[in-house]
């Protein structure tokens, strides 16, 4: 949650410890006195996130108010406004399109050497130094960022590295067969649904098997490490 929302719930946590008090208490006392000058100080600004989130009593009464409920709905106002924000952006391309909400957790949890698992969450986020990520750093264009394992002519992003280079087609077949990788998306033609299919908690250790032996035979074609 950004800072600016948790500063939102600390505001409503001290509005409701204000509520509970004794109607003769100072602070109560204070609160609502600067309430009744409608100024846009503090007390303005609780009731501005009370109607932010949906949650302002009726008649502009002064009572407690769910704080749970009103930080379900920041995070849930977050992430929205989070999604959004990167339509502009080139840097997390790949996590949001294979990014399985039901499934997040899965790296958290799973069996993997410290290796496999950087090697995952890098090709996740997008900054597996592929020549996709390494052209952005390099002021390569991006028409220019090509694969130099296969030469093929395509893009080396996350998608040509995983599913499509010619020249690690036998690292493929050893995990995965000719046509095992496509056996349970309903589209073998979304690149994007496949990658999340094989980076679900189901498949994520042997998927980052593959990917760490993938990686190391890239290096040494690419520099003979």
């Not at 939102?8 to 609502?32: C, F, G, H, S």
């Not at 993997?112 to 390099?138: A, D, F, M, N, Y």
């Amino acid at each position: 949650m950004s800072t600016r929302f948790k500063q939102w719930i600390e505001m409503i946590r001290l509005r409701n410890r204000i509520v509970a008090m004794q109607d003769d208490r100072l602070p109560k006392l204070v609160y609502l006195w600067d309430k009744s000058l409608s100024t846009n100080a503090w007390v303005s600004e609780t009731d501005h996130i009370l109607q932010y989130v949906n949650m302002l009593p009726e008649d502009d009464d002064f009572k407690h108010v769910d704080l749970d409920c009103i930080n379900s709905r920041l995070m849930k106002l977050d992430r929205e406004r989070w999604w959004l924000a990167q339509d502009d952006l080139t840097k997390l391309h790949t996590f949001r399109e294979v990014y399985d909400e039901q499934d997040h957790r899965g790296i958290v949890y799973a069996n993997l050497s410290h290796r496999q698992r950087s090697l995952v969450v890098k090709l996740k986020v997008g900054i597996l130094p592929l020549g996709l990520e390494i052209g952005r750093h390099t002021d390569v264009p991006l028409e220019n960022r090509l694969c130099h394992i296969c030469n093929d002519g395509l893009l080396d992003d996350e998608y040509h590295f995983i599913l499509y280079c010619d020249a690690l087609k036998d690292i493929r077949s050893k995990f995965f067969g000719s046509t095992a990788v496509l056996d349970d998306v309903e589209d073998p033609t979304d690149k994007a649904e496949i990658c999340k299919m094989l980076l679900n908690s189901h498949n994520l250790r042997k998927m980052a098997k593959f990917l760490e032996e993938m990686y190391d035979e890239r290096l040494k074609m690419l520099y003979n490490k």
